[in-house]
């Protein structure tokens, strides 16, 4: 079955440093990914999405790129702040038809210290 | 506009006994998810409806869950003669299929089985 691999956390950086989190995946042909984020106390939110091999989904300074050949879809930030300390989750659904369900890595705790 | 909502946000119960957990999704939302969050883990898929009926329910563990959306808005998950294991957050999510496959989660309901 499909499956999602992150990398395991936590991850605990400085503000403005670099951050990369790293997703790969096992699917059926092409499904759609997903970066969905949780901030402390908070549900689930969509941060970004690419529907197609080569698509780069980008919202908030945050960006992933989906690689069809190396089957990934690794989070990056250039500068992070201490507001996006949260839990990130990576995800994706099949193509085509059927439910849609999301199948989700385990998450990668983020923690920005000032 | 409202987003999706859930009740009761907390629910503490006792080994054995029955509980409801209620999902409002966004208004004109076709489709309906219920997933399980343990600690430290991702969301799981547990059932899918579009419209009244489900859709995909092969996520629900056992035969103690069931779910139900009479009416093609509310959906209500039951679960019989619950377990310590069964303590979790129970996430519900809708989406709109004929717009996207993005799907917009609700703050969950944490379940607690004493």
């Known amino acids: 079955g499909d499956s999602v691999t992150q990398m395991e956390g936590p991850v605990t950086l400085s503000e403005e440093a670099f951050l990369t989190i790293n997703c790969t995946y096992t699917?059926?042909?092409?499904?759609?990914l997903f970066w969905y984020v949780q901030y402390p106390g908070e549900g689930l939110q969509l941060l970004l999405k690419?529907?197609?091999?080569?698509d780069k989904g980008s919202n908030k300074g945050f960006e992933a790129t989906y690689r069809k050949e190396t089957t990934s879809f690794h989070l990056e930030k250039g500068s992070v702040q201490v507001s996006d300390s949260a839990v990130y989750f990576c995800a994706l659904t099949p193509r085509g038809a059927g439910s849609y369900q999301l199948t989700f890595g385990k998450g990668t705790k983020l923690s920005v210290i000032p | 506009g409202a987003g999706v909502s859930q009740t009761p946000s907390n629910k503490v119960t006792e080994k054995g006994k029955y509980v409801e957990l209620r999902c409002d999704p966004i208004?004109?939302?076709?489709?309906l998810y219920w997933y399980r969050q343990s600690l430290g883990q991702g969301p799981e898929f547990l059932i899918y409806?579009?419209?009244?009926?489900?859709?995909?329910d092969s996520g629900l563990p056992n035969d103690r869950f069931f779910a139900v959306r009479p009416e093609g808005s509310v959906s209500t998950l039951k679960i019989q003669r619950t377990e310590r294991g069964d303590s979790a957050v129970y996430l519900c999510?809708?989406?709109?299929?004929?717009?996207?496959?993005?799907?917009?989660f609700g703050p969950g309901t944490r379940l607690t089985v004493l």
């Open positions: 999510a809708s989406s709109d299929l004929a717009g996207s496959d993005t799907q917009y």
């Open positions: 690419a529907t197609k091999a080569d």
């Open positions: 208004s004109g939302h076709t489709a």
């Open positions: 699917a059926t042909g092409y499904p759609s």
């Open positions: 409806f579009q419209g009244t009926g489900a859709a995909d």
